[in-house]
């Protein structure tokens, strides 16, 4: 509680500035050179660590508790004012401001007497033509259409329709070549057993009509 340790950094910490955000690392070590300072004139021979635990032991007293929390009230309370203060002084810019901005009042634009309302067109034939002048009207921004690209889309169509005709094609002739040589396998299977049917029978004919070796003899006598 000396001249040198606390309140040394009551009186002289208040007066360190701060860049903000964006250099960070260059205020925490500004923050860091003035406690080392601090702690090589309050103990020249103690090493930093040990004397941040000494502190942090000093700090823990009945008494330096007391200190402490009065200096931070104390701290608090400059600072709502401060920040009070601050925000007084900016509201009255802004009043300053909006007076300075605001334009004196103008005389009054003479008042302008309406058109007299144009009668409703009853005629058919008129109705039609302004229908047909709105028609022929086309849109300032109006985007005209690309042709390129139409065509483009309508050649990319047409390749795509041909190359699905070819495959179906490709695909009918396909099953239509199976087909055919599916018919011809049965049609020679047909004519095989056909053929076998006929030489069964020309060897059954051929069997009946063969002569009786004993019916030379019998004839003799």
Do not use: V
């Amino acid at each position: 509680m000396s001249n040198e340790g606390l309140k040394r950094i009551r009186h002289e910490a208040p007066s360190l500035r701060f860049r903000g955000k964006g250099y960070e690392e260059q205020d925490l070590q500004k923050l860091m050179e003035f406690y080392y300072m601090w702690a090589n004139r309050l103990y020249p021979r103690l090493g930093f660590a040990d004397f941040a635990r000494k502190a942090m032991k000093a700090c823990a007293n009945k008494r330096c508790k007391i200190a402490l929390a009065e200096w931070q009230q104390e701290f608090k309370d400059k600072n709502n004012t401060s920040l009070a203060a601050e925000i007084a002084s900016d509201e009255e810019r802004d009043i300053t401001r909006e007076r300075t901005q605001t334009p004196e009042p103008s005389e009054a634009p003479p008042l302008r007497t309406p058109s007299p309302i144009q009668p409703l067109r009853h005629d058919p034939l008129e109705r039609n033509e302004h229908d047909n002048e709105d028609e022929d009207e086309q849109p300032l921004f109006s985007k005209a259409p690309d042709s390129s690209d139409a065509q483009d889309a309508r050649a990319r169509a047409a390749a795509s329709r041909a190359a699905a005709l070819e495959r179906l094609a490709a695909r009918r002739r396909e099953k239509e070549q199976q087909q055919r040589q599916t018919n011809l396998i049965h049609d020679d299977e047909d004519m095989t057993e056909s053929q076998q049917q006929q030489s069964n029978q020309i060897q059954h004919d051929e069997d009946m009509f063969e002569e009786d070796p004993g019916a030379e003899y019998l004839d003799d006598m």
